[in-house]
């Protein structure tokens, strides 16, 4: 198949996949091994047209971060999502994933941590959809310092491998009393600054392996990606209070099945 095509396809399985709490990995690896895309050229690729999807995230919340820079918000009675939410909710992960970051990469992205990754975080997320309590936060303004460290932590999850970055801070939020909206639009702000340092730090070790004559092919799959993950991030909002995390949650096994099909066996 023409390696065009290819960047499209799996531009799109990016997008599709990035923010939605089914696994952007689990998909991108066994999509690529459908294709025959695969190797370290594969694997720049990747870290490339993420950067397409977390470009998105910025331009659709531009005024969000923007307002972060108001530093005079912090600490005053009114409720006001500030700076401080956006730290306390991403330390926990950063400070996991910089410890651990050449283990992850060397030990842990196997077919079978995937695998396993897929099906803990399905029950999981069902166990959250099933336990959460009353929600006390329906916007991220009114989230508490608390409830932004907490679904931090569960952020660290996502440093394995095929569990969601978006599945485990979703969860996290509705078990701390976020409602779905809330949980998932704090989910994607806080996951900007990780994907950044974590992108940045394997686009940095990746240098050598980009090629003039490769810039067609990259530039197909991170506009692709950018593209389709605005649209499903805006979508998904809009669904997510009417399906709940079940829904993706029993999609995630059947992946893991299919995983274990093409990959595995």
Known sequence: MNE???A???GIVEGLTEFLPVS???HMILVGSLLGFEGEKA???EVIIQLGSMLAILVLYWKRYLS???FSSIGKPEKKLDAIHIILGVIPAAIVGLLL???IKNQLFSPKVVVFSLIAGAILMIFAEKKHGNFTSNTVDELSYKQAFTIGLFQCLA???GFSRSGSTISGGLLVGANHKTAAEFSFLVALPIMVGATGLDFIKSLHFLHTSDIPLFAIGFITAFVVAMLVVVLFLKILEKVGLSVFAY????LAALFTIFVIL
Do not use: C, Q, W
């Not at 999609?251 to 059947?254: C, F, Q």
């Open 251 to 254: 999609y995630r096994i059947a």
């Open 24 to 26: 952007s990995t689990g």
């Open 4 to 6: 065009h095509i290819i």
């Open 43 to 45: 694997n720049t690729f």
């Open 101 to 103: 970051h050449d283990f």
């Open 68 to 70: 972060l820079l108001n």
């Open 159 to 161: 440093v394995i491998p």
């Open 8 to 10: 499209f396809i799996l």
